[in-house]
């Protein structure tokens, strides 16, 4: 199974931004899916954005126009550049990669982005 590895979390004021990244360096071939979901505490896990090997993307309508995600297929990396950033973007945000349509999705450990005065 490939291992998923994300950096890219911090502490931000509001107003402020961040860029997440995620790569699965182990794993041969290209990822049909990768993205972002995050969960707030006491909430569930939410989808953020999900991009496909042919740059499909998919965005929570709430975060369209602030969070843009992009990739680099040949690394199978994904990134989240996260823009005018507010209190409730405050989450563990989950790197998630599928192999294919049917595949069990693989999750990374999880980022802590915490937005704050």
């Known amino acids: 199974q490939a291992q998923v590895v994300e950096s890219g979390g911090g502490l931000v004021q509001p107003g402020g931004s961040l860029r997440l990244s995620c790569s699965a360096p182990?794993?041969?071939?290209?990822?049909?899916?990768m993205g972002w979901y995050r969960q707030a505490p006491g909430r569930q896990r939410e989808l953020v954005a999900t991009?496909?090997?042919?740059?499909?993307?998919n965005y929570a309508d709430s975060l369209k126009g602030r969070f843009s995600i992009g990739r680099e297929n040949a690394k199978n990396t994904v990134y989240l550049q996260m823009d005018s950033l507010q209190l409730e973007d405050t989450a563990v945000y989950y790197c998630y990669t599928r192999r294919h349509r049917f595949a069990v999705p693989i999750w990374g450990q999880g980022t802590q982005v915490t937005v704050s005065v």
């Open positions: 991009i496909s090997n042919h740059d499909t993307t």
């Open positions: 182990g794993y041969a071939g290209t990822l049909e899916t």
